[in-house]
């Protein structure tokens, strides 16, 4: 049986820590019982079509900026959309069933224009409002109980929403001995210090600003303490005065050797940072946090996790493996917690086990691999299949 994997938005192998795509190739690899064929953007990848020794075939749709920017922007008019293009890629296969990542996929069009009836499964990493027009598809995968609670309340069928969790590459994100870890630092450049981390988008309402205050905090304190940040800016931060504040710190941070900055970085080096790190300072204020991947891995990664108990977050994490920071905290607040986790390493060294135990038993890939498959198969009317060779 063939699934196709859809991911409009993102690149497959993932090169910047995008959600969609690192849930399409992960949850793609631990498939049983399907072969699975991804259909992404090119982007700046050289290759319209490969077969990847880690992730199998992948056909990449290119879209050029200036279509783009005329037709999906400007105009609005779009008359070729990326749709249309998979349904064309599409038509001559034999194609089981198609899983898109992306809420908004114009599930009637696509039928439409495919010409004949196959099931379609759409994957829900942020919440929208349900718009019957568009069709209905035969499930809807919410990556939280929260998630799929709100997409219910946005007039999705019930019925049709399922839970399957982002989950973790437990093997590659695992905790290192010390050792390793201070030859880590070494390679970062932080020798004998000790290490926070940011990952994730570099706004406001993620954090990233408190995380940079409690960092300049931390340095004047604790001249021991450095961080690290790896994210990406949002496209004209640089020119908008918001952000004035926070990138003069970061650099002035950058410039004493207190902080290292990163871009999003590909997911093969992200378990570094985790590594490296002893905690994670994670301060959200954002109310559409559906289940972080990042909380994931930093657990599964041994790090203590300091964040806010906002929208997913609470269900995403386990009782007594997080600090849940006080409400309305400031940058005082993140820089004394930080201390005494810091200062007092032993009181967190059941938290972090308790951490790395959840990360394992629930949400390892696999497990949500599993729980995918059944629902194909239910879409399908198929009880059970042989797993694939």
């Excluded at 990493?125 to 799929?148: C, K, L, M, N, W």
Aim: proline share 7%.
């Amino acid at each position: 049986m063939l699934v196709v994997t859809y991911n409009p938005h993102g690149v497959i192998p993932d090169s910047r820590g995008y959600a969609p795509s690192l849930a399409a190739q992960y949850l793609a690899r631990h498939l049983k019982s399907f072969h699975n064929v991804h259909v992404c953007a090119q982007d700046s990848h050289p290759l319209s079509y490969e077969v990847d020794p880690e992730h199998g075939p992948i056909w990449r749709i290119k879209e050029g900026a200036i279509y783009r920017r005329l037709f999906r922007k400007i105009t609005r008019l779009d008359p070729w959309p990326l749709h249309a293009r998979l349904a064309r890629l599409l038509r001559d296969q034999v194609v089981d069933l198609l899983h898109a990542h992306q809420l908004e996929f114009p599930v009637s069009d696509f039928r439409r224009r495919f010409g004949r009836s196959l099931p379609i499964v759409l994957h829900a990493h942020a919440v929208r409002s349900f718009i019957p027009e568009r069709g209905v598809a035969d499930a809807y995968i919410a990556v939280s109980r929260f998630t799929r609670d709100a997409l219910i309340s946005k007039g999705f069928p019930p019925e049709r929403v399922h839970v399957v969790h982002n989950g973790a590459d437990t093997e590659r994100f695992a905790p290192v001995t010390s050792e390793q870890r201070e030859r880590l630092r070494a390679q970062f450049g932080f020798a004998g210090k000790n290490v926070i981390a940011y990952v994730g988008r570099k706004e406001e309402q993620k954090g990233y600003f408190d995380f940079l205050e409690a960092l300049e905090l931390l340095s004047r304190g604790k001249s021991e303490v450095r961080g690290i940040a790896a994210g990406n800016l949002p496209l004209g931060a640089e020119q908008d005065p918001t952000f004035v504040p926070a990138l003069e710190r970061a650099r002035r941070l950058v410039a004493r050797g207190v902080l290292l900055d990163l871009p999003p970085l590909p997911h093969r080096d992200l378990p570094a940072v985790f590594q490296v790190a002893e905690v994670l300072l994670f301060p959200t204020r954002f109310k559409g946090e559906q289940h972080p991947l990042v909380l994931i891995e930093a657990l599964a990664a041994g790090c203590v996790v300091l964040t806010n108990p906002i929208a997913g977050i609470p269900e995403t994490v386990g009782d007594g493996t997080v600090v849940f920071l006080k409400q309305d905290a400031n940058a005082a607040d993140l820089a004394q917690a930080v201390t005494d986790v810091l200062d007092h390493p032993q009181r967190y060294v059941g938290m972090r086990e308790r951490g790395r135990e959840l990360a394992v038993t629930r949400y390892d890939w696999r497990q949500q691999s599993l729980e995918l498959e059944r629902i194909y198969l239910s879409c399908l009317g198929v009880d059970r299949l042989r797993e694939r060779p």
